[in-house]
């Protein structure tokens, strides 16, 4: 074997190691990032308060998906940006804990600037 072919093999080994040590990294800021979205903080009031609130009319309104429960005609229910309707007393407390829809994921404003900011830049 040359010297030269023992160079390679250094270099071949060096690169892989780099490779490893990348996806690593890669996947440590994929699970941050699912951390920090587990962690979303609770809708803004003003954006609570601006959601739609309407009474079921008619009995094809659905499934609540917080508490699978059908909506049922004359119940309060709300709808989000998004479309999707919900209890009034099921998405409430939901939005005060997080800021996005049960379905669709889709973001409410939050009082939280950093997260605000943060989402911006995303
Ligand atoms: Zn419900
Ligand atoms: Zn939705």
């Known amino acids: 074997m040359s ?15 780099l490779v490893q040590n990348l996806f690593r990294n890669v996947e440590q800021t994929r699970n941050g990032i699912r ?10 009031k003003s954006a609570m308060e601006a959601v739609e609130t309407f009474e079921v009319a008619s009995s094809s309104q659905g499934d609540c998906a917080v508490c699978t429960d059908a909506m049922v005609m004359g119940e309060i229910g709300k709808k989000l940006p998004c479309g999707h ?34 989402r911006r830049r995303e």
């Not at 951390?35 to 803004?44: F, I, N």
């Not at 996005?100 to 997260?115: G, H, I, K, N, V």
């Open 85 to 118: 309707c919900y209890h009034e007393s099921c998405i409430l407390p939901w939005l005060r804990t997080r800021n996005s829809c049960p379905l669709c994921r889709f973001q409410l404003q939050t009082d939280d600037a950093e997260y605000e900011s943060k």
């Open 35 to 44: 951390g920090r979205r587990g962690g979303a903080p609770p809708a803004a």
């Open 3 to 17: 010297h030269d072919d023992l160079d390679l093999r250094w270099i071949i080994a060096d690169t892989r190691l």
